[in-house]
T-cell receptor
Framework: GAGVSQSPSNKVTEKGKDVELRCDPI?????LYWYRQRLGQGLEFLIY????????KSGLPSDRFSAERTGESVSTLTIQRTQQEDSAVYLC???????????FGDGTRLSIL | DAKTTQPPSMDCAEGRAANLPCNHS???????VYWYRQIHSQGPQYIIH???NNETNEMASLIITEDRKSSTLILPHATLRDTAVYYC?????????????FGQGTELSVKP
């Protein structure tokens, strides 16, 4: 199936380390979104890409968080100097256009020790 | 902040219709109502969306009131696999990015 793919599915790392999370959207989808879901909570928007540009980064919680997208395809979310409060499931979604339904991957579960 | 209000939990008997309500009294004229569900340890799954008219697809029906201040998601014959958290979302128009703002949702338990 050609759904949204995220890797790794689980990541455990020590506080202070940098992590990279990857998202492969559905082929041909121009819009890509990152969300974060803390334990027992709803999803929080982080950043939105249209093509390789990010017109809305308003949800990134601090300058330790950054994201890029290349080739209008793969996106990487990077968290530098991780903190325990960064522990969450990070979810990626893509849509054909920005006004079409978003389809989600199953997320990366990040645990900071 | 989410622009929707949903009951935190609901129960439904297997084989019966599940009717999930949502209030969105501050919805704007160009905002769509979207429904997603999330089964434990999975990403949210798109169910259905609508603007003004009622909508139906293979998963569910969406009934939107005439004043658009509330809506109901209907699962016509609930199964145990429909147990999930259901999110009602008012989505900003595309020219505002179209991001989804999730509330706490309704936890639906389908019981045998």
């Amino acid at each position: 199936g050609a759904g949204v793919s995220q890797s790794p599915s689980n990541k455990v790392t020590e506080k202070g380390k940098d992590v990279e999370l990857r998202c492969d959207p559905i082929s041909g989808h121009t819009a890509l979104y990152w969300y974060r879901q803390r334990l027992g909570q709803g999803l929080e928007f982080l950043i939105y890409f249209q093509g390789n540009s990010a017109p809305d980064k308003s949800g990134l919680p601090s300058d330790r968080f950054s994201a890029e997208r290349t080739g209008e395809s793969v996106s990487t979310l990077t968290i530098q100097r991780t903190q325990q409060e960064d522990s969450a499931v990070y979810l990626c979604a893509s849509s054909f256009l920005g006004n079409q339904p978003q389809h989600f991957g199953d997320g990366t579960r990040l645990s900071i020790l | 902040d989410a622009k929707t209000t949903q009951p935190p939990s609901m129960d439904c008997a297997e084989g019966r219709a599940a009717n999930l309500p949502c209030n969105h009294s501050t919805i704007s004229g160009n905002e769509y109502v979207y429904w997603y569900r999330q089964i434990h340890s999975q990403g949210p799954q798109y169910i259905i969306h609508g603007l003004k008219n009622n909508e139906t697809n293979e998963m569910a029906s969406l009934i939107i009131t005439e004043d658009r201040k509330s809506s109901t998601l209907i699962l016509p014959h609930a199964t145990l696999r429909d147990t999930a958290v259901y999110y009602c979302i008012v989505r900003p128009p595309y020219n505002q990015g179209g991001k989804l703002i999730f509330g706490q949702g309704t936890e639906l338990s389908v019981k045998p």
